[in-house]
């Protein structure tokens, strides 16, 4: 989930409403079953990519990126608790006074415990997005799919936005998704790792009530990459 997302009516920061209606969307989800991570943006904080130069290093940009999906764990994880929901934050950027490391093991622990874990700090280091630390985290915890969460309803043939003509793409084969350069909607290494491993995902709109959980039981909402 982005950053952008968390930051709701806001152009900024955390919106907490949204984050408390985000909670029982997911606890929606776990009620029917399913285990749910969330790896968190920071885009609402800072863009890693887009504050390098100017004397900033990019290997510093991006650690301050990932600082900013710290903030949003911390935030999400008092939310959710607040409503109800078992929570739990680790990070892969080592900051233990506020967050438990990732480690394998322990996560495995907290979603048999039947908590949902947000991720922060994508995979802890710099030139990789949260796409990809999304992709790599399914594949390191055995997760049947990843789902991308925005705020359009699947891949477009163009950008929705600016054309009234463009036509929703249902499915998707990863080889596909890859070799079309107007295909933006994740970058191309979160595709790509996907593709080496086989790991279907699912780009869909999570703004809409119900759909996260839809989304966790396979019905046909979005586009389909596999």
Request: proline share 2%.
């Amino acid at each position: 989930m982005s950053g952008e997302q968390l930051a709701g009516e806001y152009e900024h920061g955390i919106d907490p409403k949204y984050a408390a209606w985000l909670a029982q969307e997911l606890d929606a989800a776990k009620q029917a079953g399913s285990q749910m991570i969330v790896m968190v943006g920071g885009g609402n904080f800072v863009r890693g990519a887009q504050i390098a130069g100017h004397g900033i290093k990019r290997v510093t940009a991006d650690h301050m990126g990932m600082l900013g999906t710290m903030i949003n764990a911390l935030g999400l994880t008092d939310i959710f608790e607040k409503q109800g929901v078992k929570t739990r934050c680790v990070s892969n950027i080592y900051a233990e006074q506020v967050a438990e490391k990732f480690v394998h093991r322990l996560v495995e622990k907290h979603l048999k415990r039947d908590r949902v874990v947000i991720v922060a700090g994508g995979v802890g280091r710099p030139y990789f997005t949260t796409d990809t630390a999304a992709v790599a985290l399914g594949l390191e915890l055995k997760c049947e799919i990843v789902l991308k969460a925005t705020k359009v309803d699947g891949v477009y043939d163009k950008d929705p936005a600016k054309h009234k003509d463009a036509k929703k793409i249902d499915h998707l084969t990863h080889q596909q998704a890859v070799a079309d350069g107007a295909i933006k909607i994740m970058d191309k290494a979160a595709l790509g790792l996907a593709m080496e491993q086989k790991m279907p995902l699912l780009i869909f709109n999570a703004e809409t009530t119900g759909n996260i959980k839809k989304a966790s039981q396979g019905e046909s909402i979005g586009t389909t990459i596999n």
